[in-house]
């Protein structure tokens, strides 16, 4: 199908970026043909697929869709790469939860029925009780608005009988690409009453503005996979990206752009956005083209990938720099086939496994304006 740049932002939230997932300590994925489980401690189950589909890159694989002048060949770009900064780890605020109206530092009772403070009320609290509110609590008491319309949203926008993945993983992730990680930091809004943030906090008022308040439009590759089984997994939009274009990205975006960008891991019916960081490949082998080729195709290339990516953790009042060593990743090993032209250039691909990303994406954040000022009034706050 067609997707044209002008309305990608609305077409990709229609294939599926308003997910998330459950959380998940060091988790490594395990895929097979007809389901996928979350374990601790494994490796990636691959297998070869049964139903081999050669292809060049169709409209919705389109390198150029992330608008970017892409080098394509294959000698020409990186085999590794990394970002100069990692992105934060952070909730995906499950939207079972109620999303960002969830008091994490305190979670009694239901984040759907708990009552609203008064001003009066709010101004003989502590530091304690005050810093044990949501973060769509303390972001209307920073902005004075005492009707809480932060929190009131986010009860319309979330329900308790939501599964269990889903969630603001569409926000976190770009937002964890985009913005520094915020750190702790105390503020008084025009109402008079100093608010606690926490790290989690501020990142959660980013994540929501990702997801839901940021215009800027979402540019990406493939197509959501809606199939929780076996069936419908030769498809198009289950064969997922394109493997000649997938190595284009993330080569590219990575390697020459130090530039990241986001990746549903998980090939069927549930969304995994994850921050693409880091990648390793290393040639297999080389052979002439093979039936069904994307056409003008003189060789192929035989390539396995290391894809490395941030994880979510539970929100944590200081900032995870200051508390690990290292922040929660995550990697996955893919193999798959290049089909090169006669001047060296990747013009399709193949996927040699079941493990692939279903569909890869960014989105560069937006403006705090209007009465998002505040966010951004608070994160400016944050990382000074």
């Not at 909730?91 to 009066?120: C, D, E, K």
């Not at 937002?175 to 959660?204: H, M, N, Q, R």
Request: hydrophobic fraction near 40%; aromatic fraction near 10%; charged fraction near 20%.
């Amino acid at each position: 199908m067609s997707l044209p740049t002008a309305t990608v932002r609305n077409r990709w939230h229609e294939l599926g970026l308003k997910s998330g997932r459950r959380i998940r300590t060091l988790k490594t994925l395990l895929l097979s043909v007809a389901s996928f489980s979350i374990a601790t401690s494994c490796s990636v189950e691959q297998s070869e697929e049964k139903a081999t589909v050669f292809e060049a890159w169709d409209v919705i694989n389109e390198p150029s869709r992330f608008g970017r002048n892409y080098e394509l060949r294959f000698q020409e770009l990186p085999k590794s790469g990394s970002l100069n900064r990692m992105p934060w780890s952070d909730s995906y605020w499950a939207t079972q939860r109620a999303g960002i109206a969830f008091r994490w530092m305190n979670p009694v009772g239901s984040p759907f029925a708990y009552p609203l403070h008064s001003r009066q009320t709010l101004a003989s609290m502590s530091q304690t009780q005050l810093a044990a509110l949501s973060p769509a609590e303390k972001l209307d008491i920073y902005a004075g608005r005492f009707d809480f319309p932060t929190v009131k949203s986010e009860r319309g926008r979330t329900y308790p009988g939501a599964a269990a993945w889903e969630g603001l993983c569409h926000g976190w992730a770009p937002a964890a690409l985009e913005y520094l990680e915020p750190k702790p930091v105390t503020l008084k809004g025009p109402g008079g009453i100093k608010v606690p943030f926490g790290s989690s906090d501020v990142k959660a008022l980013l994540t929501w503005h990702m997801a839901t308040r940021n215009t800027r439009a979402a540019l990406g590759l493939g197509a959501r996979c809606n199939t929780f089984g076996i069936l419908g997994l030769n498809t198009p939009p289950c064969r997922d990206s394109n493997a000649g274009a997938f190595h284009v990205v993330l080569a590219n975006q990575i390697g020459l752009l130090r530039e990241g960008f986001v990746a549903d891991i998980a090939r069927m019916g549930e969304v995994w956005n994850q921050p693409i960081y880091r990648f390793q490949s290393r040639e297999i082998a080389r052979q002439g083209a093979s039936p069904g080729a994307a056409s003008g195709t003189q060789s192929e290339i035989i390539v396995e990938t290391a894809m490395h990516y941030g994880m979510e953790v539970e929100p944590q009042w200081n900032a995870l720099g200051q508390l690990v060593e290292r922040p929660a990743v995550g990697s996955v090993l893919y193999r798959y086939r290049l089909e090169i032209d006669a001047q060296g250039r990747i013009r399709g691909g193949v996927w040699l496994q079941d493990a692939r990303p279903d569909f890869i994406w960014l989105q560069q954040r937006g403006t705090f304006i209007g009465s998002d000022a505040a966010i951004g009034a608070i994160y400016e706050a944050s990382i000074r």
